[in-house]
């Protein structure tokens, strides 16, 4: 069976995708003292710090994400819910939201 054909039988049978769907996006340019406020709390995040030299510290929802320079975290993530990521060390980057 193929990826397509896999994926409408499952959806058939009531399954649901999460995490898939880019609901929101910001940069360090949207940051307020190192703060990314968003219009939701996180259910599933994407990190691309893109310094290329400085290693970030993410916080959301309680917890600490280490993104090394030029590279990319995504996932679903637990801990208390929030909609702000607290950075330190990257001076650029894109966190993105997804439900």
């Known amino acids: 069976m193929g990826h397509q054909a896999l994926l409408t039988a499952l959806l ?22 190192g703060v990314l406020t968003f219009t939701a709390n996180f259910s599933t995040i994407e990190i691309y710090n893109t310094d290329a030299t400085n290693p970030g510290t993410f916080e959301v929802n309680g917890i600490t994400i280490n993104v090394p320079a030029t590279k990319v975290f995504k996932g679903a993530i637990g801990g208390t819910p929030g909609a702000t990521v607290t950075i330190a060390g990257a001076t650029t980057y894109i966190v993105s939201r997804y439900t």
């Open 12 to 33: 058939g049978k009531g399954i649901k995708l999460s995490g898939s769907t880019l609901a929101e996006q910001q940069t360090q340019d949207d940051a307020a003292a």
